[in-house]
Structures are given as structure tokens and as C-alpha cells.
């Protein structure tokens, strides 16, 4: 990815940001740190979001920058909505540079729901200002995803 198109990582963090505007914002009104065990698919939805957003931002230069390292880990830790220990294993994805295998391994870990998964797939595709290239990388991963279905 060309450093014109994500500069200074400040995309990254803009566009988690969106994802949780638009998770939380909703028909619910302003979101309070307290209030959100009332939604927790949407969190998980905003977990597996934040993990696609990586995989798709390190997968185009088998790197995340220290620039977008930095504007991610400010925007993890700018939302109230989730435990320090979804903060921690988000901010350790950073080193890791998942793969589609991970995020196939993280949506089986974690037991989520089809629905949670196609909204976290959506949610990208709808909301997030990505690329050809990433959206590309998307539909590869969504039909990997849905080939073990069948």
C-alpha cells in the first residue's frame, strides 16, 4: 500500500473509529461505558471488525507501520466499550500480523455466530473506507469463511 493512501496510520485509526460510531450509535443513542453489556454480539462484532481491519492493513505489505501502530493502539484504547483485556489482545494483534488462517482460528476460538461474522464483513464492506486491493483481499477471505460452511 502506497504511503499516499494510509498516511501515518491515521486511516487505520480513522476507520475504527467509523466502526465504532456506527455499531453503537445506531437506534441506541450515545454509547456509555456502562451500558454496553446490553450489546455484547455488537462487541463482539467490533472485535472481529478491528481483527479483519488488520489483517486487510498488514496483508498488502506484510507490515503494520509504527505510524499505524501508534493511531491504532490510540483509538483501541479510546473505546470505552471495550475490557482492557479486548484492548490488550487487539494491541498484541499488531505484532502478529494475522493471516486468513488466524482469523478463521480467532471466529472459531471465540465461538462466533454467522451473524456475527457476516455483520463484521459488512460492516467493513459498508463503513470503512477501503481500497480495491482490500476489498478484493475481503471477498477472498468471505469466500474462504463461507467454504467451510459447506
Known amino acids: 500500500m502506497s504511503k499516499e493512501y494510509r498516511t ?3 486511516e ?7 466502526l465504532k460510531r456506527r455499531l453503537y450509535a445506531g437506534t441506541q443513542g450515545v454509547f456509555t461505558g456502562s451500558s454496553f453489556m446490553n450489546f455484547g454480539p455488537d462487541v463482539k462484532t467490533l472485535k472481529l471488525s478491528m481483527v479483519l481491519l488488520v489483517f486487510l492493513y498488514s496483508t498488502d505489505d506484510d507490515k503494520i507501520s509504527i505510524l499505524e501502530k501508534r493511531s491504532f493502539n490510540k483509538a483501541i484504547h479510546s473505546i470505552n466499550e471495550l475490557s482492557e483485556e479486548d ?3 487487539l494491541t498484541e494483534l499488531l505484532n502478529l ?3 486468513a488462517n488466524y482469523v478463521l482460528e480467532y471466529i472459531r476460538t471465540n465461538e462466533l455466530s454467522s451473524a456475527v461474522v457476516e ?5 467493513l464492506k459498508g463503513i470503512v473506507k477501503l481500497n480495491k486491493q482490500d476489498l478484493k483481499l475481503l ?4 469466500s474462504q469463511y463461507k467454504a467451510l460452511d459447506e
Do not use: R
Open 8 to 10: 501515518g496510520g491515521t
Open 12 to 18: 487505520l485509526a480513522s476507520n475504527t473509529h467509523i
Open 87 to 89: 484492548k490488550k489482545e
Open 97 to 99: 500480523l494475522p493471516n
Open 119 to 123: 455483520s463484521a464483513i459488512n460492516q
Open 139 to 142: 471477498k477472498d477471505f468471505t
